[in-house]
């Protein structure tokens, strides 16, 4: 057994605790085979997490304009017979073609489902929202209260110091391991 299952070998209507539950499964196979140095391989895996983080930060925005472009193409009424198609229908012309993750040409078949905000694939939803934030530093009220949080922070951080330089102040020590690569 490798330490990670290949791309595209999981079973696609696997559910996310039956996916946490293998991924247990396989370190605890790791950890007591033996076969492993578990320091080199926890290292390793962090530059495998940094890999697939890249990799995932990087489809996200493609994908995103991808679902919107499928949201809005099921939500478009059909032309009436002899109607001409409107000229925004090819927005989707300059998006990669869906190809099957590895070969497996039965998942080429499988198209995404629309309802309204959600694209279902297989046992997976995309769901498109939508966030509003608000820019709060036009009120004076808010910019006093935020500049007293800012303070009071500042004289909880010197309050700490102190305390850090007093021999009764309780103490616990712990002991991480970080990976920097």
Do not use: C
Not at 19 to 33: C, D, M, P
Not at 143 to 162: S, V
């Amino acid at each position: 057994m490798g330490l990670i299952q290949p791309i595209g070998t999981l079973d696609r209507t696997i559910s996310k605790t039956a996916i946490v539950e293998l991924a247990n499964n396989h370190a605890s196979q790791i950890i007591e085979g033996g076969n492993y140095d578990l320091l080199k391989t926890y290292v390793e895996m962090k530059r495998y997490e940094l890999y697939i983080k890249t990799i995932i930060n990087k489809l996200k925005t493609i994908s995103t304009y991808q679902a919107r472009v499928m949201r809005e193409e099921d939500q478009r009424p059909a032309p009436l017979p002899g109607q001409e198609v409107p000229a925004d229908t090819e927005s989707m012309a300059n998006l990669p073609a869906v190809t099957p993750l590895d070969g497996d040409e039965a998942y080429a078949d499988q198209q995404g489902v629309v309802r309204q905000n959600t694209i279902q694939y297989a046992s997976a939803s995309v769901q498109i929202t939508k966030r509003v934030t608000y820019d709060f530093t036009q009120d004076a009220e808010w910019n006093r209260i935020t500049d007293e949080i800012a303070a009071l922070k500042a004289d909880l951080k010197k309050r700490e110091e102190f305390l850090k330089k007093q021999a009764d102040t309780p103490a616990v020590t712990s002991e991480t391991i970080a990976v920097r690569l």
